[in-house]
């Protein structure tokens, strides 16, 4: 059995390995949910083991994206959890400028990257420089995704990965769910011309052929995982000769929503319109049809993330959290981030115990009842009001509330969330 069949396992019979004497550790992907980190701080010092620890026992898998993880720290990890699943991070489209030796050099009138230490990664066989530009915020430089040395390089990279240890990679900036063709404003060597979000997504689209054909040849189980689709109305938006999202799914294991909850810069208590928040469940129960991994992201800008009261705050992650469980499948995890938008280290991903509420596995898909959503779990209840009015929900059995109280019927307020077991303290 390989480790990505044997943690959807671990997930589905825990209950009763645990009752077996399963191990010192109680992974908190005993709940309904796993959760993914995304490691932007190096793990050093004293309490790094500890560090090891906590992630080990919180999380279902973890992207190492500013911090690589050393191969004692991976040896490590997979001696605390055996079956926690290590993606090593790779931009498809950026090569950090702290990462990057070398000079900037002008040519006709276009910023160009030269690199002439070892590895090279941005010279071609003609010795040439490839056609590049820092990014906005000056802290990379962004490639151009169709240069065929730049996918060799993304085909090397991630095989060496795998051979390394890695169960498979996170290849961010892949996507560009949103149209940012300025951004790309005279790379494309070919014509000359600003790339758009059309010519972006097609280079893009090979290039994530290519690596995971390789990564498949060297081990028949290691996982591509895409981002970012966005959410819901981006993933099935199209627009004239760009490739839809959901397209990336036949090149790829999986897709990360990092834009679930709309914009970085959204104020505490803006929600999505309900067609908007329609389009996300049609889109993680499309992801779950086709049996592909779905990794969706709560993303804060941290400024305000600490801003809001801890009562909004963890009524804001119910609802979100009772949102994915109406349309999880066996391959469906969330992550939790809050952006410095500033200092990606001093970024944080904030763990609420909400995510280790064990209500079993779902019995059915999702139902509407008037305007509010329903999904029977083994041991629970799950409820969405995705409206802007209060509803009242009609049982068809006893549940109980988190404090215990016995319901057959129960009023939900707007833009809120449920989760009810079926025995009460459960």
């Known amino acids: 059995m390989t480790r990505w069949r044997k943690g959807i396992f671990l997930m589905e019979w825990m209950a009763i390995i645990l009752l077996a004497g399963a191990g010192k550790n109680a992974y908190?992907?005993?709940?309904?949910?796993?959760?993914?980190?995304?490691?932007?701080?190096?793990?050093?010092?004293?309490?790094?083991?500890?560090?090891?620890?906590?992630?080990?026992?919180?999380?279902?898998?973890?992207?190492?994206?500013?911090?690589?993880?050393?191969?004692?720290?991976?040896?490590?990890?997979?001696?605390l959890n055996p079956d926690i699943l290590l993606l090593r991070y790779l931009n498809f489209s950026e090569i950090y400028a702290g990462e990057l030796p070398g000079r900037i050099i002008r040519h006709r009138n276009k910023k160009q990257v030269s690199r002439n230490s070892v590895p090279v990664a941005l010279l071609n066989r003609?010795?040439?420089?490839?056609?590049?530009?820092?990014?906005?915020?000056?802290?990379?430089?962004?490639?151009?995704?169709?240069?065929?040395?730049?996918?060799?390089?993304?085909?090397?990279?991630?095989?060496?990965?795998?051979?390394n240890g890695y169960d498979g990679i996170l290849a961010d900036s892949c996507l560009m769910a949103n149209d940012l063709p300025a951004s790309f404003a005279g790379i494309?060597?070919?014509?000359?011309?600003?790339?758009?979000?059309?010519?972006?997504?097609?280079?893009?689209?090979?290039?994530?052929?290519?690596?995971?054909?390789?990564?498949?040849?060297?081990?028949?189980?290691?996982?591509?995982?895409?981002?970012?689709?966005?959410?819901?109305?981006?993933?099935?938006?199209?627009?004239?000769?760009?490739?839809?999202?959901?397209?990336?799914?036949?090149?790829?294991?999986?897709?990360?929503?990092?834009?679930?909850?709309?914009?970085?810069?959204?104020?505490?208590g803006k929600f999505f319109t309900k067609r908007q928040w329609l389009a996300n469940l049609k889109m993680m129960r499309e992801i779950s049809g086709q049996h592909k991994i779905?990794?969706?992201?709560?993303?804060?800008?941290?400024?305000?993330?600490?801003?809001?009261?801890?009562?909004?705050?963890?009524?804001?992650?119910?609802?979100?959290?009772?949102?994915?469980?109406?349309?999880?499948?066996?391959?469906?995890?969330?992550?939790?981030m809050a952006l410095d938008t500033g200092h990606m280290k001093k970024s944080f991903h904030p763990y609420?115990?909400?995510?280790?509420?064990?209500?079993?596995?779902?019995?059915?898909?999702?139902?509407?009842?008037?305007?509010?959503w329903l999904r029977k779990y083994t041991s629970g209840l799950v409820l969405v009001n995705p409206g802007d009015k209060e509803r009242m929900a009609h049982l068809d059995s006893t549940y109980f509330l988190p404090d215990k109280r016995r319901v057959r019927a129960i009023k939900i307020g707007p833009h809120a969330g449920l989760i009810l077991t079926g025995k009460p303290g459960r």
């Open 28 to 79: 908190s992907f005993t709940g309904s949910i796993g959760v993914v980190c995304q490691l932007d701080h190096p793990i050093v010092g004293n309490q790094a083991d500890e560090q090891l620890r906590y992630i080990a026992d919180h999380y279902f898998g973890i992207s190492d994206r500013k911090a690589r993880l050393t191969k004692g720290q991976r040896a490590r990890l997979r001696q």
């Open 126 to 163: 003609e010795n040439q420089p490839e056609p590049a530009l820092w990014n906005r915020n000056g802290s990379g430089i962004t490639v151009d995704p169709a240069s065929p040395f730049w996918r060799s390089f993304l085909v090397h990279t991630a095989v060496r990965a795998v051979v």
């Open 188 to 268: 494309d060597p070919v014509t000359g011309q600003v790339y758009t979000s059309a010519s972006f997504r097609r280079a893009q689209y090979e290039n994530l052929r290519a690596v995971r054909q390789a990564i498949k040849a060297v081990r028949s189980d290691a996982l591509l995982v895409a981002n970012s689709i966005g959410n819901g109305t981006l993933y099935f938006k199209s627009r004239r000769y760009a490739l839809p999202a959901s397209t990336f799914l036949e090149v790829t294991d999986g897709v990360v929503a990092e834009g679930f909850l709309g914009k970085l810069d959204r104020q505490p």
């Open 294 to 336: 779905c990794i969706v992201v709560f993303k804060y800008r941290r400024d305000i993330f600490e801003k809001i009261p801890a009562a909004k705050r963890r009524a804001s992650d119910l609802f979100n959290l009772a949102t994915v469980l109406l349309a999880k499948g066996k391959k469906t995890f969330i992550s939790s």
């Open 352 to 372: 609420s115990q909400l995510w280790a509420t064990n209500i079993g596995q779902p019995l059915a898909s999702c139902y509407q009842q008037g305007d509010l």
